[in-house]
């Protein structure tokens, strides 16, 4: 399995970013995935997840914001980030897991190396 993101970037506050994570080694729409995001020294934290029945759920802070999605003919994972605010700076990494309760319990087993956001 590898996951690998694109699409961070600086940008500033109230623009908009889509962030793209692209699956390889499963079979994409079999696995549960998820956004998660860290800054250095601090607490991992969920961000969005999808699972494979096409559940979402999201972390509060960015209800409303933020839409995650995945296009299973690229196997892509996408996540539509809008008014974007300082504190959305962070190391945004995908994850995906074949037990979708790993996934909604914070724990998936494949992650990617992450994609640099920061908001100013």
């Known amino acids: 399995v590898q996951l690998v993101e694109s699409g961070g970037e600086s940008v500033e506050t109230g623009g908009s970013l889509r962030l793209s994570c692209t699956a390889s080694?499963?079979?994409?729409?079999?696995?549960?995935m998820a956004w998660f995001r860290q800054i250095p020294g601090g607490k991992r934290e969920g961000v969005a997840a999808?699972?494979?029945?096409?559940?979402?759920n999201y972390a509060d802070s960015v209800l409303g914001r933020f839409i995650i999605s995945r296009d299973s003919a690229k196997n892509t994972l996408y996540l539509q980030m809008n008014s974007l605010k300082p504190e959305d700076t962070a190391m945004y990494y995908c994850?995906?897991?074949?037990?979708?309760?790993?996934?909604?319990?914070?724990?998936?087993?494949?992650w990617g190396q992450g994609t640099q956001v920061t908001v100013s």
């Open positions: 080694g499963y079979t994409f729409t079999t696995y549960s």
């Open positions: 999808l699972d494979s029945d096409g559940v979402t």
């Open positions: 994850a995906a897991d074949g037990n979708k309760r790993a996934v909604w319990d914070g724990y998936p087993y494949h």
